[in-house]
């Protein structure tokens, strides 16, 4: 029956019990039942695919709002920030010896991860896992053939290392040695460089600087070998992991903005260099994946994404390939693309990609290798007390000497088979450039010559000075990422690649919410206010992901906090008075060229 206003009883039962009715005039005692106690609403589905920081970032933030989700990852949980053990290692009930894709940084810029950090439980810990970051007391840039340039890096409540004479000495040196290197006018330049960034508008840093190489905006051409080695080489190596001639300016810069603010204790969640005060998994990945079972996440390991599957304007569901080698679709309400982008990409057809343009630019986003490679140590070596640069060394070397930041583990009794003390954790930068032992680039070397030729390069950054502080005698075994596969072989191939951010890169980054209403994207190379490959990236972009997820689907539960790099209020009028600068074609009022 119709009435007059044209709403059918049924219509009108349903509206009043999704509006929380509890009685409706006319009606038996039964239907007045049926109307106060409506069935339950199932939550809404949602296929998390891939299992790395951004798909378990998206899995938190959606669980807490109550949606089902079910995460596939083809691999490990965690992804490429996962620890893992060392095949065969463990001896007389202790752990396997502890190994990773790489070594973890967790600086004081970040906030959206820490944030994740503080909600996922740890026994003893009132801020959870985020306790359980610690903070090295200084870095190094380790130069061949000269001092070390030790650098603290001080932070309320952070002990300074011990020092003997010799290593004041040494610093004092490295310190001279620089600023006599590195002339008094170059300096002068860079600093009026950074300047320049800091008072550029947004429209300029990205039209302009986005499309300059870092060496050229620093002129690093035309400066010392210092200059370059430590301004540009070292810069993007530790900041972003790309050669200093190719990567764009407004990547590197954006970074070096957050650090230096950073040290000066503006805007930081934290110190300038954190890290875990554990293995990985043991301090952040296992805790987390715990957390998530009990908020009903399930996980299927071993589930690999072939292809997204589209029809009718949405995605229908994804083509997945179990261990056993059985295919099979699953489907969801929703899907969450958080594979890292080199995977992620072979996933979309010719027909998702019609559906969203900014998926086939993507495929002009570059990735390349950037791996490591563990050496466990029988007896700990007299490093610094935090990250060391190989600035010269032609594999662009970074490391860290871990067990003195584990507190709460003894090495020799808790992993391995005793006898190793330590774990030197090392990544290569660079792939492609011949080494020093052998003459050839790492993807041209066998696994164990890569581990030779590594040493040999450690070696020659911190024995070259008149004091041994690598022993070949103290070598106890080494690890190299299983995902590097094939090298020295004419087909070397890399699981897990890096992606790095030439001149463009940013405007090739697409954003989480697609034009396809129930397909998202998280992951590092989704456009996020970081601009930079990171676990910040990662956790960031999947918190984008569940916002527009969540505006797709018209639910009212409270949106995720993104908070976006610090940026200091002193430069905002100069930014403004160069906004119009840019407009009518002018240079920044700073630029000396």
Not at 34 to 39: K, S
């Amino acid at each position: 029956m119709v009435g007059s206003s044209g709403t059918s009883r049924r219509t009108f039962m349903t509206g009043t019990a999704a509006a929380g009715g509890t009685a409706v005039l006319g009606t038996t005692p039964t239907a007045q039942a049926a109307t106060r106690a409506p069935r339950a609403r199932v939550p809404a589905s949602v296929a998390v695919l891939g299992g790395g920081v951004a798909g378990l970032t998206a899995a938190h933030e959606l669980a807490e709002r109550g949606f089902r989700v079910t995460v596939h990852e083809r691999r490990a949980l965690g992804g490429k920030a996962r620890s893992m053990g060392v095949p065969g290692s463990a001896r007389g009930g202790r752990r396997e010896l502890p190994a990773e894709h790489g070594f973890r940084f967790i600086p004081g810029i970040y906030h959206n991860l820490p944030d994740t950090m503080r909600r996922i439980p740890f026994p003893g810990n009132p801020n959870g896992v985020w306790d359980n970051l610690v903070a090295p007391s200084e870095m190094s840039f380790a130069r061949t053939g000269r001092e070390d340039l030790r650098l603290p890096l001080p932070w309320p409540g952070h002990q300074p290392p011990d020092l003997t004479p010799d290593d004041v000495r040494r610093a004092l040196t490295a310190v001279l040695e620089t600023v006599r290197a590195i002339p008094p006018h170059e300096a002068a330049y860079f600093v009026n460089r950074v300047l320049v960034f800091l008072s550029s508008c947004d429209e300029r840093r990205d039209e302009v600087w986005e499309n300059t190489p870092w060496w050229d905006y620093i002129r690093a051409e035309r400066m010392s070998r210092d200059y370059q080695r430590i301004l540009a080489v070292g810069v993007t190596r530790n900041i972003v992991a790309t050669k200093a001639e190719e990567a764009s300016t407004r990547t590197v810069a954006t970074l070096l903005e957050a650090f230096v603010f950073n040290g000066l204790g503006r805007g930081a969640d934290g110190p300038l260099d954190r890290i875990l005060n554990a293995p990985t998994n043991e301090a952040w990945i296992d805790p987390w994946i715990a957390h998530l079972m009990s908020l009903g996440v399930e996980f299927e390991v071993g589930s690999t994404v072939r292809e997204v599957l589209y029809g009718g304007g949405r995605v229908t569901g994804a083509l997945i390939t179990d261990p056993a080698g059985r295919t099979r679709t699953v489907t969801a309400d929703h899907y969450v693309c958080a594979m890292p982008v080199e995977h992620a990409r072979r996933t979309w057809g010719p027909e998702l990609r019609a559906a969203d343009p900014q998926l086939a630019r993507c495929d002009k986003l570059a990735t390349d290798w950037m791996t490591g490679i563990q050496f466990y140590l029988t007896e700990s070596a007299p490093l610094l007390d935090g990250h060391l640069n190989c600035v010269d060394s032609p594999w662009a070397l970074t490391a860290i000497q871990q067990a003195g930041h584990w507190p709460e583990r003894d090495f020799p009794a808790d992993y391995g088979d005793g006898a190793a003390v330590d774990c030197l954790s090392v990544d290569i930068s660079e792939w492609d450039r011949p080494g020093i032992l052998y003459g050839r680039t790492a993807k041209q070397c066998t696994r164990t010559e890569v581990a030779k030729e590594v040493w040999a390069q450690l070696k020659a950054a911190l024995n070259d000075t008149g004091r041994v502080v690598l022993k070949d005698s103290a070598l106890h075994s080494w690890f190299l990422d299983p995902g590097v596969d094939g090298i020295g072989t004419p087909h070397p191939v890399n699981e897990d690649e890096l992606l790095i951010h030439p001149v463009g890169t940013f405007h090739h980054r697409p954003t989480a919410r697609t034009r396809i209403p129930n397909f998202f994207l998280a992951g590092d190379y989704v456009a996020v206010d970081i601009d930079l490959a990171t676990m910040e990236g990662a956790n960031a972009s999947a918190r984008a992901a569940v916002n527009a997820l969540l505006d797709s689907a018209g639910s009212n539960a409270p949106r995720c906090t993104i908070t976006p790099l610090y940026r200091a209020p002193e430069f905002e009028t100069l930014k403004r008075h160069d906004r119009t600068r840019h407009r009518w074609g002018l240079p920044n009022a700073l630029d000396l060229g």
